[in-house]
T-cell receptor
């Protein structure tokens, strides 16, 4: 596997609490992505980053924020978690926006 | 709306047979990528085909692209039990830096 680590791998929390998911890479890739995967919806892009402090929204960005202060780390924050954000979250990296992406093994997040 | 739409949604075949999965998309693309996902794991990149290519091979995988029909197909020859997984196509829309995934084809290889 490409050097991508997602943490935590599993998390259960309550509605209204803040949640931060971390993606760490050791590949020095410029691009990093956050997706969520839900039955019936496939994989949907939340936010992505094309460099340190450079981020943009994906198709399902409402309720999520991201930060990238270092090349190797891309954080996804749910400011006030809702049950609709229960999902499996995947981080991916790539050397360029048109290049193959390499995925982490996901974070399973349950919001009760 | 999703750009990459796979067909069929599920496919079950016997080991040794060939498996064909199709993908349709809606707008002009720079390239189209295929990924595999084993249960409980992240997606794994299989093959990338550029908009000016018509066919590409990688081992037992063969991908075709027809930009006039906005469609692609993935053929897995001589299937094995280890090929059991979900397969996703992801077109890279022209002018964008984002892949758009479909819901995938769930492939089951029966021994």
């Amino acid at each position: 596997d490409a050097g991508i680590t997602q943490s935590p791998r599993h998390k259960v929390t309550e509605t209204g609490t803040p949640v931060t998911l971390r993606c760490h890479q050791t590949e020095n890739h410029r691009y990093m992505y956050w997706y969520r995967q839900d039955p019936g919806h496939g994989l949907r892009l939340i936010h992505y980053s094309y460099g340190v402090k450079d981020t943009d929204k994906g198709e399902v960005s409402d309720g999520y924020s991201v930060s990238r202060s270092k090349t190797e780390d891309f954080l996804l924050t749910l400011e006030s978690a809702t049950s609709s954000q229960t999902s499996v979250y995947f981080c991916a990296i790539s050397v360029g926006g048109d290049q193959p992406q390499h995925f982490g093994d996901g974070t399973r997040l349950s919001i009760l | 709306s999703q750009q990459g739409e796979e067909d069929p949604q599920a496919l079950s075949i016997q080991e040794g047979e060939n498996a064909t999965m199709n993908c349709s998309y809606k707008t002009s693309i720079n390239n189209l990528q295929w990924y595999r996902q084993n249960s409980g794991r992240g997606l794994v990149h299989l093959i990338l085909i550029r908009s000016n290519e018509r066919e590409k091979h990688s081992g037992r995988l063969r991908v075709t692209l027809d930009t006039s029909k906005k469609s692609s197909s993935l053929l897995i020859t001589a299937s094995r039990a280890a090929d059991t997984a979900s397969y996703f196509c992801a077109p890279l829309i022209q002018g964008a830096q984002k892949l758009v995934f479909g819901q995938g084809t769930r492939l089951t290889i029966n021994p």
